[in-house]
C-alpha cells in the first residue's frame, strides 16, 4: 500500500459538465475525508466517511456535489452541472480513527471548468 | 470557514537559518497538526501537538503550543532548500471530527 491515491490528478471540463473523481484511501483506514483547496488558500473541509457511513457534510457542499463510500474502501466525489467557482484542487486524506495521528493526503485532482 | 491564521503569510531565508512559523486558531482544540504542501501538490503531516503538550520535537522541528493565548508555532533549525514548500497548521477541535486548515505560510529557503 503505497498511500492515498486520487484520479484523475488534472480534469479540465467545460461548465455545466457532470465530472467523478475518485479517492483510494490507505486500506486500513477506516476514514475518508474531502477537501477543496483553492489558490493561495488552506484546504476547505468538503465531507468525511467512516467505513462507509457518510457522517458529516460541510456547508460547502452544495446539492450539486455527492460523495460516496461503497463497502468503506474507495470513494467517489461527484459534481454536477459545474461552474467556473467549482474550480480548485480537490485533495483526499484518509486517517485511522483510533490512533489519533495525522491524515495521509492524496496529490489532489485538479479540476478547471472552461 | 478556516480556523487558523498563520503569520507571517510568506518568509523568505537562507540555507542553514532558522525559520518559525505561528499560527493562531480561535476555538476549543484536542490537538494541532503541522503540515507541509510542496507546490502543485498534497499535504504531508508532520507533527501532531495534543492540547495537554506544551512542546514536541521532530527531527528538526519543534512545536510549542500555548492553549492560553491559542496559539502555536513551528520552528525549523538549520533550514534546507528542500524545506521550501507552503506550511499549514490544522486543529482538531473539541466535538468535531475533521481538521481545521489555516491559511498557510509559503517558506523560501535560498540555497
Known amino acids: 500500500d503505497t498511500g492515498v491515491s486520487q484520479d484523475p490528478r488534472h480534469k479540465i471540463t467545460k461548465r455545466g459538465q457532470n465530472v467523478t473523481f475518485r479517492c483510494d484511501p490507505i486500506s486500513e483506514h477506516n476514514r475518508l475525508y474531502w477537501y477543496r483547496q483553492t489558490l493561495g488558500q488552506g484546504p476547505e473541509f468538503l465531507t468525511y466517511f467512516q467505513n462507509e457511513a457518510q457522517l458529516e457534510k460541510s456547508r460547502l457542499l452544495s446539492d450539486r456535489f455527492s460523495a460516496e463510500r461503497p463497502k468503506g474502501s474507495f470513494s467517489t466525489l461527484e459534481i454536477q452541472r459545474t461552474e467556473q467557482g467549482d474550480s480548485a484542487m480537490y485533495l483526499c486524506a484518509s486517517s485511522f480513527t483510533d490512533r489519533g495521528g495525522g491524515y495521509t493526503f492524496g496529490s489532489g485532482t485538479r479540476l478547471t471548468v472552461v | 470557514s478556516q480556523q487558523g491564521e498563520e503569520d507571517p503569510q510568506a518568509l523568505s531565508i537562507q540555507e542553514g537559518e532558522n525559520a518559525t512559523m505561528n499560527c493562531s486558531y480561535k476555538?476549543?482544540?484536542?490537538?494541532l497538526q503541522w503540515y507541509r504542501q510542496n507546490s502543485g501538490r498534497g499535504l504531508v503531516h508532520l507533527i501532531l501537538i495534543r492540547s495537554n503538550e506544551r512542546e514536541k520535537h521532530s527531527g528538526r522541528l519543534r512545536v510549542t503550543l500555548d492553549t492560553s493565548k491559542k496559539s502555536s508555532s513551528l520552528l525549523i533549525t538549520a533550514s534546507r532548500a528542500a524545506d521550501t514548500a507552503s506550511y499549514f497548521c490544522a486543529t482538531g477541535q473539541t466535538g468535531a471530527n475533521n481538521l481545521f486548515f489555516g491559511t498557510g505560510t509559503r517558506l523560501t529557503v535560498i540555497p
Open positions: 476555538t476549543s482544540i484536542n490537538n
